[in-house]
């Protein structure tokens, strides 16, 4: 079994940073992609950024210059630093790990105020 642990959502203003965490435990065994996720409200679900096991990353076109993603691996951590943030990144972030199935966290909220 596999559990994910989110940390660091919360309520910023406008123009503000945030940073999240999240940290694998259980039977994780080469992660390979690391991903966080968010879903606005009335909105579906999107990718914010992956990173693979080799560092390769990529990014919303909506978050590029903003968002920075990394791992890890020591930990099965992976992080997202969110700079600049804007009222529509608003959303519950979720992460996402690959191994032979994909797992997620339980999601954590973000409020950014104008």
């Known amino acids: 079994q596999v559990q994910l642990v989110e940390s660091g959502g919360g309520l910023v203003q406008a123009g503000g940073s945030l940073r999240l965490s999240c940290a694998a435990s259980?039977?994780?065994?080469?992660?390979?992609?690391m991903g966080w996720y968010r879903r606005a409200p009335g909105k579906q679900r999107e990718l914010v950024a992956r990173?693979?096991?080799?560092?390769?990353?990529n990014y919303a076109d909506s978050v590029k210059g903003r968002f920075t993603i990394s791992r890890d691996n020591a930990k099965n951590t992976v992080y997202l630093q969110m700079n600049s943030l804007k009222p529509e990144d608003t959303a519950v972030y979720y992460c996402?790990?690959?191994?032979?199935?994909?797992?997620w966290g339980q999601g954590t909220q973000v409020t950014v105020s104008s």
């Open positions: 996402s790990i690959s191994m032979i199935s994909d797992y």
């Open positions: 259980g039977s994780v065994f080469s992660i390979n992609t």
């Open positions: 990173i693979t096991s080799g560092g390769s990353t």
